[in-house]
Nanobody
Framework: QVQLVESGGGLVQPGGSLRLSCAASGYIFSIYAMGWYRQAPGKQRELVAAITSGGSTVYADSVKGRFTISRGNAKNTVYLQMNSLKPEDTAVYHC????????WGQGTQVTVSS
């Protein structure tokens, strides 16, 4: 059974940074493309960044140049470095495969506010 555990969220001021981590267990992590998704109140969940097994990345236009996705295959972990955060980045952030294959974890709350 695949388990995804996200961490690293919190309250940060506009312009600040956070680094999210997603620990995965129960499957061969390195063969799957992975993504970070977010869901803001009243909005649908959206994919903000994805990384293939080979390390190629893609970003939503809204985060391009500010967010960086990376993965540590030896540690079954995927990261999201978020810089220059904006209030509109406020959301619950989740990781999953891309496309989505597994049950969602609890996510980690990111709140950008002064």
């Amino acid at each position: 059974q695949v388990q995804l555990v996200e961490s690293g969220g919190g309250l940060v001021q506009p312009g600040g940074s956070l680094r999210l981590s997603c620990a995965a267990s129960g499957y061969i992590f390195s063969i799957y493309a992975m993504g970070w998704y977010r869901q803001a109140p009243g909005k649908q969940r959206e994919l903000v960044a994805a990384i293939t097994s080979g390390g190629s990345t893609v970003y939503a236009d809204s985060v391009k140049g500010r967010f960086t996705i990376s993965r540590g295959n030896a540690k079954n972990t995927v990261y999201l470095q978020m810089n220059s955060l904006k209030p509109e980045d406020t959301a619950v952030y989740h990781c999953n495969s891309d496309p989505v294959l597994w049950t969602w974890g609890q996510g980690t709350q990111v709140t950008v506010s002064s």
